[in-house]
C-alpha cells in the first residue's frame, strides 16, 4: 500500500482548497474542509486494504464524508452525535439550502457561517474522494489533476478579485501540491521498476533503486516550473522590479 502516494493527493486537495479563500470571509470553512480531505484519504486507505470494486471505494469515501459532516454540523440531531437520523439529514439539507440562498444574496467574500462551512467543506471532501480515486487506487495522478482544478475555476466564476499578488501565491500553492503528486507516483514507479534476481543462495533481496538523486532533481525542475509559471502570471504592467504594481 503506498502510505506515501495517499498523502500527497491530500496534501494537493488542501492546498488546491487555498483557492476557495476569496469567496468566504473567515477561515473556518479551510478546517473544516482540511478535516474532510483526512477522513476521506483514511477511508479511502482502509478500502484499499482490500481487493474492492472501484465503484465501492467511492461510495464508501463518500459515506465517510457524509458521516462526518453529519457528525459536525448535525451532531445534536443525530442518535448519539454519530448515527444520521431523518432529523439530521433534514438539518443537512436545510443549511445547504440556507448556504444557497446566502450565496445569491451576498457579494464575496460572503460571511462565514455554518451553512457555507458546510457546503464548503463538502465541495472539497467530494474534490478530495475524487482525486484519491485517480491518483491513488487508479494509478492515475495526471487525470487527478481535473478536480483539483474545479476548485481553481470556483472563484474565476464570481466577481471576486483577491488581487495579483495573492492569486500567485495560490496558484503556487495549487501547482506545488499537483507536482508533489506526480513526484510521489513516479517515485514509486520508479522504485518497482525490473525485478529482483538473486544472483547465490542465500543473497539478501536487496532494496529498491535508490531515488533520492532522481526525487532531488524533479523538485528542481518542479520548484522552476513554479517560478516561471508564477512571474508570467504577474501584471503586464509590473515591468520594473523597483516599482510597487498599482
Do not use: K
Not at 35 to 54: C, E, H, N, Q, S
Request: with cysteine; glycine share 8%; hydrophobic share 55%.
Amino acid at each position: 500500500m503506498n502510505h506515501r502516494l495517499t498523502v500527497a493527493a491530500a496534501a494537493a486537495t488542501a492546498l488546491a482548497s487555498v483557492a476557495l479563500y476569496p469567496l468566504i470571509s473567515t477561515t473556518g470553512w479551510f478546517f473544516a474542509g482540511l478535516l474532510a480531505v483526512i477522513v476521506v484519504a483514511a477511508v479511502g486507505t482502509l478500502t484499499r486494504l482490500r481487493p474492492l470494486p472501484v465503484i465501492v471505494c467511492l461510495l464508501a469515501a463518500l459515506a465517510g464524508l457524509f458521516l462526518y459532516l453529519n457528525v459536525l454540523f448535525a451532531g445534536p440531531q443525530s442518535f448519539y452525535w454519530l448515527v444520521p437520523t431523518p432529523a439530521s439529514l433534514g438539518h443537512l439539507l436545510l443549511m445547504v439550502g440556507l448556504a444557497n440562498s446566502e450565496t445569491t444574496r451576498f457579494a464575496p467574500p460572503v460571511p462565514g457561517t455554518n451553512e457555507i462551512a458546510l457546503l464548503a467543506a463538502g465541495g472539497i471532501g467530494i474534490i478530495a474522494a475524487v482525486t484519491d480515486l485517480l491518483a491513488v487506487r487508479l494509478r492515475r495522478p495526471a487525470i487527478a489533476g481535473l478536480p483539483l482544478l474545479v476548485l481553481f475555476s470556483v472563484p474565476l466564476t464570481t466577481i471576486a478579485n483577491p488581487g495579483w499578488f495573492s492569486e500567485v501565491v495560490v496558484f503556487s500553492l495549487g501547482i506545488a501540491g499537483y507536482l508533489a503528486l506526480l513526484s510521489a507516483d513516479g517515485r514509486e514507479r520508479v522504485r518497482l521498476w525490473g525485478r529482483v534476481v538473486h544472483t547465490w543462495p542465500g543473497q539478501r533481496e536487496p532494496r529498491g533503486p535508490d531515488t533520492r538523486q532522481l526525487t532531488a532533481a524533479g523538485r528542481r525542475v518542479g520548484f522552476a516550473a513554479v517560478a516561471v509559471a508564477a512571474a508570467t502570471a504577474m501584471p503586464a504592467h509590473c515591468r520594473c522590479p523597483t516599482r510597487w504594481c498599482r
